[in-house]
């Protein structure tokens, strides 16, 4: 037993053990190399890519903020030199209130400074109460703004450095030039916002000149004398100074964070531009740590690898033995299994005759009540006539009594027809099927429910086409339906005082007749067509009537359909196939 598991185990663990292993760490390892590669192009570009997108966004919303900002303000002039108290301030020289309502305006409108000049340029009130007395008539913003009758847009360097953004415009009344009001504009605050990123962001005006930047040392410089100038340290600072070179690096430069991607755009007021620089340090340190999760799965399913191949022996020794334990459980199982079975299929064997017999046992007992609930119709409209017809010959009036007795010739033919279609439930077809005219069949069905109609008082509205409607049928079963319907109709209005049935025939791709009453309705709709299910008293029914009908209209291929009206009581359609003017019956 030792000589033939040695036998099993011993090409396992040979040479062919060495070169799967080779093969697997050769196939690893070229795996690895192929995936680190392609996942470092990939990530690269598509890290690339996605700075560039985002700086784009940002020079977008940089310059949207600025020029709405600019544009918030630029009304601000126009709206204060209509101000009346400042206005009768310049006119009576009393500016003791007119500084307060200026601070009153800042909050609002969020400019930096607000300043009131009179005529002769002397500020005169001012959000900032320091400044008060000052001489503005040499300033160009006082200069232009009384030149002018619009509102003037200067831009003013600052001694400690920087620029101001002012709005001058004229305040005059009756053709006097009262004074100057003045709005600077605080555009600082974006630079702080741009320097919390770490984009470097400037902005130029006509002439090329930095106005605002998130570099101080830039404002006052054009772009080639900023780029030359040493910036502070700061988290862009390598990308700043290799800007003044940047074509000239190799393009490994751009994923070592060496580099810059230079973006500018137009700003939609004076010929201003936003220029941003956008390093790309940080796009070799995402690919990298992509990278380096790579290398460390591969580096984990190698070890795996390597466990894996070593337990494998020891593995299949093991299979075999719980295999072989296995197969012999698995052998005494079938065989308890397979007598188990034998037993239950004679068991089987006898349920099924004993239901076969109970099946043979309620179709004959189903077909039974069947005939007793059909044969009773013409039972009771043959009691009524016979009692009619006694009464008649009694009064000595012979005629009405044979009318009489041809109306029970007529049930009894019926009785007749209706034994004989016990002999066609085994094989329904549409061999006796002829065109049918519904309004004559239904016409019929109330002459024989005529006596019940008469004892009940039940009110009848019949709504019938002017042309015959036609259907090919048995006449004999499709009459037997109508009859179901009208006598659920008048047991349903028993106790409705007024009973009201209201009958519809009409014609369109189907013929449908509507059998609607004015009782209680119904109350379990699912279960209306089950045999043997009634709502009504013990001896009233059993409960046959729509489940026959409704296998007489599907014989027929039609619908039979019961539903709830709206306004009290039951409604029922009998759908069936019109017959055409060419001999075919039109299809759903």
């Known amino acids: 037993m030792s000589f033939g598991w040695s036998n099993l185990t011993k090409p396992f663990r040979g040479a062919p053990l060495g070169w799967r292993l080779r093969f697997a760490v050769i196939a690893l390892l070229v795996a690895a190399v192929a995936t680190i590669w392609i996942t470092n192009r990939l990530l690269t570009d598509r890290f690339t890519e996605s700075t560039r997108n985002r700086a784009e966004v940002r020079l977008a919303l940089y310059s949207g903020n600025l020029l709405s900002e600019l544009r918030r303000n630029a009304i601000v002039p126009q709206l204060l030199s209509r101000d009346p108290t400042l206005i009768s301030a310049l006119q009576s020289h009393d500016f003791s209130l007119s500084t307060q309502r200026l601070i009153s305006f800042v909050e ?6 607000l300043m009131l000049l009179d005529g002769d340029g002397r500020l005169v009130a001012s959000t900032d109460r320091n400044r008060l007395g000052e001489a503005h008539r040499s300033s160009p913003y006082f200069i232009d703004a009384v030149r002018s009758n619009a509102t003037i847009f200067t831009v003013i360097p600052k001694e400690s450095g920087g620029y101001s953004f002012v709005y001058s415009r004229r305040i005059d009344a009756n053709a006097d030039i009262l004074g100057v009001i003045v709005v600077e504009v605080d555009l600082h605050k974006f630079e702080l916002a741009w320097a919390g990123i770490s984009d470097a962001v400037m902005v130029t005006d006509s002439t090329g000149t930095i106005i605002l930047s998130t570099e101080p040392q830039w404002r006052g410089l054009d772009e080639n004398a900023a780029m030359l100038r040493q910036p ?17 690096l190799p393009p490994d430069a751009y994923l070592q964070g060496e580099a810059v991607m230079r973006m500018e755009t137009r700003i939609p007021f004076r010929g201003w531009q936003m220029t941003s620089f956008t390093t790309y340090a940080s796009i070799r340190e995402k690919v990298n740590s992509v990278l380096a999760l790579e290398i460390m799965g591969f580096a984990i399913l190698l070890a795996l690898a390597f466990y894996a191949l070593s337990r494998r022996a020891t593995l299949r020794m093991a299979l075999f033995q719980r295999e072989s334990a296995e197969l012999r459980a698995l052998n005494a199982r079938l065989q308890r299994e397979i007598a188990e079975r034998e037993r239950v299929e004679k068991t089987l064997e006898v349920a099924e005759q004993t239901l ?26 043959m009691k009524t006539y016979l009692a009619g017809a006694r009464l008649l010959l009694r009064r000595n009036r012979p005629e009405e009594a044979l009318a009489s007795f041809g109306r029970i010739d007529g049930l009894i033919e019926r ?61 004999m079963r499709i009459e037997q339906v109508m009859v179901n319907l009208l006598r659920n109709a008048l047991d349903a209005t028993k106790s409705v005082s007024e009973p009201d049935v209201e009958i519809i025939l009409a014609a369109g791709d189907m013929a449908v007749l509507t059998v609607r009453d004015n009782g209680y309705g119904i109350e379990d709709i699912e279960n209306l067509f089950e045999p043997f299910y009634t709502t009504k008293q013990p001896g009233d029914g059993v409960g046959l009537g729509l489940a026959i009908s409704s296998g007489i209209v599907n014989d027929h291929g039609g619908r039979l359909t019961a539903r709830n009206s709206q306004h009290g009581g039951a409604v029922f359609e009998m759908q069936l196939p019109i017959l055409g003017s060419d001999g075919l019956e039109a299809a759903e």
Do not use: C
Request: zero cysteines; hydrophobic letters at 45%.
């Open 356 to 381: 076969a017999q109970s099946s043979k046992l309620a179709a004959l007992g189903e077909m039974s009540a069947a005939v007793s609930h059909e044969l009773n119709q013409p039972l009771a409209a």
């Open 108 to 113: 609002e409108i969020g400019a930096a400074s």
């Open 415 to 475: 009785m007749g027809a209706i034994t004989r279609q016990l002999k066609s439930y085994a094989r329904k077809g549409a061999d006796a099927f002829s065109p049918v005219n519904l309004g004559e069949a239904l016409a019929s069905s109330l002459s024989m429910m005529e006596p019940q109609l008469r004892q009940r008082h039940v009110k009848i509205t019949q709504i019938l086409p002017e042309e015959p409607v036609i259907v090919m049928g048995d006449r």
């Open 232 to 248: 502070p340290e700061g988290a862009i600072q390598r990308a700043i100074r290799a800007t003044a070179d940047w074509t000239a």
